[in-house]
């Protein structure tokens, strides 16, 4: 363990014991010691060319007694973190006083001093340890705001010039002994973004990371940054860090820093800091608050539970530092939540997707593939109705949008860059995530480098191979991006169920196992295909697409899925109600599978109960591939829409006009039409014997339609949101009536009542129909409005001594803004009933999450035809104590009933008890290799690997859909395709003859034993004399139902104690020698074409190389198939004896273990293939495995494991535990150190 790796682990051990102590300003105190001009200069920049006086960090070299004085000064008063002089000491700010060269010195210095104050306070105070903070503050630049007010799209800093000066001064910070660095300060989260992937880059070269801590900072009181995200907003775009805190900083003191404060408790798995102002400044630009009320506010933190890290930050100074760390003294830490399973992604404000939530509407409109109109604009560079577009999309309901600038006529890396940057400008647009949409890494990565908030990368995919994949996953992640991951691999695009599963289920692993995603980040497109196109083949591709969803979130927990839903209907271009009622169909039934989110026009969604007869039938048939002559029936409706001039008329009578008036009034909210509302109302109005019938009766009704078909996938967002119109114009036509009927009824209100949406949230159809209800029925009501922030909710409640408190919100964080209101109800000693309303709320969402914060009572109203009952029972003491004890009996059972079962693991011990074995009847019997010993495959023939092709995947790198050869005949694109195969023969052609690429390859055949359950070890000889190699295992731990076995990968090879000699192999191969001379040549020739070709050919000749290895060591070399014969479809589809798993995959984790398998066969040597530092392989077009013979081999999911197994694991490798736990890290069932 190196100094600085011990040091950053003792510092995450002592934070989870006890509140740690940050130090307070450093400008206040030198502004105290009032340094002049020639302070600041020094002896050694006596004659700088421009002034320096106020850059505060220079004092570190000119001055480093006044600094070290400070930090004396806060470690006296108890500190146990000392903030580095360093909040200006980039190059960025350093310009500014003509010293941008300094920056690493500058902060070198700044962390030796600090590091010398933490020396000199042990050795005279004892040997309690503190800690250095590697202080990086947040450059004078914003990277998401243009300076120039008439060029929104201008920028006066790039992400990667905020990389390389963060760069810098990390390094600098670590050089100098920093034990872990703080990004602070922040007030753009894309300025913090470049300050987090700088640090990622450097602990690559670390053996162990060095910590980050994150603290942004809030404008004022609307709890916003100042580049406008919220605080979720802003945690969701940062957390990939995985800091060691997360908290606020300046700008704000405690008080109005509280309320923040708590939402970032709830929200972070990560410890949390605050370092508020001395209050806010005077008139004098001073701060006033004193060391003991601000010590109090903070002590207030600590009770409730919601800090790790507290100091000061502008208006501090060491007697405030005194005085908080005395109020802290005896209170426990926060001790951080589980992360919840949910994609948790964001714009200005945050959009997280849970197992709960409904499905996601993404944008299609901004992408210049599915839209002319759009491709036209960006072409014609009118970026206002370009923006108009996406601005439109939301409106109609979209959640995130789907930017796409994929256009041979445009340069889409500038193009994507000028857009998103554009976007950033629009508040009304940028506040939804962005999916950054392009085939070209580049692109991708150029929207990243804009992006403030965390999107969606579409699209990876394995179709160049497994390190390519990895290597654009990491990077994503490193931007703190999800990724949409298409079901695509080296093979080409899945379309088949067997092969979306399967890749899927490849693309799942290296995702969470080798990249380290969190599952909730991966979100899987299964590859939507048009059905009815007239191809038998394709009539299966709707349901498969649906099966593979639901297969998806059976078996790959918490990862997400979508589709590009238009694709479905593509036969049946320019029929846009055969389009429209195919998607609606197709949706109803994937959102029912699972689907979570689709890439659609939300304006042009249909709603599914509306489908008319025959038609919807007719689309189920072919969606569900229900009966083979489906498309030709769907096809003859077609033909008849040809000819109608309204084509829906052709299955449809628009006959509703004729129906009595309630059944008009659902019609009308069903469909959205507010054509005739006010006629409809009125007639309705006159009928009834009081106007609010009318509401209570058919308006009701129909809302409860809505909400009927909303919730079973029948209906999408959009429809609701037309619904929601219809219904707000029907009840602001009745208030008047309702108004004059209560006047002339002299009715009086004694109850008083609050209403409010709660911040955040914009909706207020619920609220006001409760509103009219209740207004109707005796109360007197006060509305808040929407976008209410709790402090207003709660003063407007004490202030007007409200009787009840009615929360509504629509939108999922809603619900975490109602959860903060009981508690701040809680904490001022309210005794308020509280009514929770709204689309996301729930009964159990209240019983679990809400009431238990309040003591209090919190009841959850379904609907405004429940508001009145629950009001008059709570307000009439008759009934309240009666109404209580039976809710919170019903509460309580709701609790215990939602207890989350965990995920039980058994014992090593048990597990082995419960190893496969092979059956009695049929007993493995091991098979000698005919040609035992390692071989070298040196200048493999490429003749012989292009008789291996697929070539499928390789049309569809050129984004051509189909099959090969059947491509070639295709009417639309087979001349080209035809061309390009041609082009692609030629190339392999001169790559031959010119030798241009070489495939060298090893395998080897060894005699083998397994031992001590899941080790492997590898013989000198057949005999097994002498051990050569061990390679070491893990067996699942997961509890299955009784009699299933707990796999490991040593349970496929004869156990020792058999007595019996088995055999196992290993294999390395590569076709990618020479492609990195032949690209670059290519390139300097600007020659993109060929350069896409050789790439392409490549990674086809490489996945052939293994195919062909493989298939010659099972019948030529081990010889155990020697009479195997099967199509090249079986072959695709693994249909043979014996499993090749490679070690980072899932049955087998531990990518170390590739070291074993390389010193084995000696592989670097023998082929030019090495690992990296971290077992990667190189070149990229290179693949290694073992090979198992077993008839009964198979892959399977490692999964959780307990601690007992890396204990175990430890031993048997000869390693820490703590490095098993890093190695094994995914796959820990426990956490480290508890």
Known sequence: MTVEGGRSRLLKEMIQHRILILDGAMGTMIQKQNPGEADFRGERFRNHRVDLKGNNDLLSLTQPEIILSIHAAYLEAGADLISTNTFNSNAVALADYDMAELAYE??????????????????????????????????????????????????NISFAELKRAYADAVRGLIDGGADVLMVETIFDALNAKAAIMAIMEFNDQRPEPIPIMISGTLTDGSGRTLTGQTVEAFWNSVAHAEPLSMGFNCALGADQLRGHIQELSGLCETFISVHPNAGLPNEMGGYDETPESMAAKIHEFGKEGWVNIVGGCCGTTPDHIRAIAHAMAEIPPRTPPVRKPQCRLSGLEAFNITPGSLFVNVGERTNVAGSRRFARLVREEAFEPALAIARQQIDDGASLIDINMDDPMLDPREAMTRFVNLVAA????????????????????????????????????????????????????????????????????????????????????????????????????????????????????????????????ANLPGALTSGGISNVSFSFRGFEPIREAMHAVFLYHAIRAGLDMGIVNPGQLTVYETIPEPLNSLVEAVILNQDPQATDRLLAVADRFRQAHDPREAVQETQWRREPVAQRLMHAMVKGITDFIETDVEEARCAANHPLEVVEGPLMAGMSRVGELFGSGRMFLPQVVKSARVMKKAVAFLVPHIEAAQKRHQETRQNRILLATVKGDVHDIGKNIVKVVLQCNHFEVIDLGVMVPMETILDAAQEHQVGLIGLSGLITPSLEHMVRIAQEMERRGLAIPLLIGGATTSPVHTAVRIAPGYSGVTVHVKDASRAVGVASDLLNPAS?????????????????????????????????????????????????????????????????????????????????????????????????????????????????????????????????????????????????KGIRSVFHFLRQQEEKPAGKPYYSLADFVMPQSSGRIDWMGGFAVTAGLGLDALVAKLEGQKDDYATIMVKALADRLTEAFAEWLHSEVRRRHWGYAAGEQISHQELLAEAYQGIRPAPGYPSCPDHSEKITLFNLLNVTPATGIRLTES????????????????????????????????????????????????LLAPNLGYEPGS
Request: charged share 25%; proline share 6%.
């Open 106 to 155: 500058f902060n070198r210095q700044g962390a030796q001093l600090a590091r010398e104050a933490c020396r000199r306070h042990e050795s005279t105070h004892g040997q309690q340890p503190h800690f250095v903070v590697g202080i990086l503050g947040p450059t004078n630049r914003t990277a998401s705001i243009s300076p120039d007010v008439n060029n929104p799209g201008f920028r």
């Open 426 to 553: 629009e508040p009304d647009i940028s506040r939804v995530p962005i999916m950054l949409d392009s085939s070209n890494w580049e692109v991708l990565e150029a929207g990243l480098q804009c992006l403030q908030g965390k999107g969606i990368v579409n699209s990876i995919s394995l179709k160049e191979g497994e390190e390519p994949f990895l290597r654009q996953a990491l990077l994503a992640r490193r931007h703190g991006a999800a990724v949409l991951v298409m079901a695509f691999d080296e093979q080409g695009q899945a379309d088949t169920r067997a092969r979306r599963r399967a890749i899927c289920q490849r693309a799942y692993d290296l995702l969470v196992h080798r990249a380290g995603f969190f599952p909730g980040d991966i979100i899987f497109d299964p590859n939507v295909f048009a059905v009815a196109t007239g191809i038998e083949e394709h009539n299966g591709h709707a349901l498969d697409f649906i099966d593979t969803v639901a297969w998806i979130k």
């Open 880 to 1024: 309240r104590d009666s109404f209580v004890q039976t809710l919170n009996v019903e509460q309580e059972r709701l609790r215990q009933r939602h207890q989350q079962r965990k995920t039980s693991l058994v014992s090593l011990d048990q597990a082995r008890n419960t190893r496969f074995l092979p059956d009695a009847a049929s007993p493995y019997l091991p098979f000698t290799p005919n040609t035992p010993g390692i071989h070298i495959l040196e200048h493999m023939n490429l003749a012989t690997l292009r008789e291996w092709i697929d070539w499928s995947p390789f049309f569809h790198v050129w984004q051509m859909k189909g099959h090969y050869p059947e491509l070639l005949q295709h009417p639309d694109s087979g001349q080209e395709a035809a061309r390009l195969y041609k082009d692609a023969q030629t190339w392999l052609d001169r790559i031959e003859r010119e030798h241009l690429l070489t495939a060298k390859g090893i395998f080897g055949l060894f005699p083998a034993n397994a031992l001590n359950s899941e080790d492997v070890v590898i013989y000198d000889t057949p005999e097994g």
């Open 1175 to 1222: 077992q990667a392989m190189i070149p990229q077009a290179a693949v290694c495995g073992y090979l198992f013979a077993h008839p009964r081999g198979r892959y399977f999911h490692l999964g959780r494991i307990k601690e007992d197994q890396v204990i175990d694991y430890a031993g048997r490798k000869g390693i820490t535990v703590a490095e098993a736990e890093r």
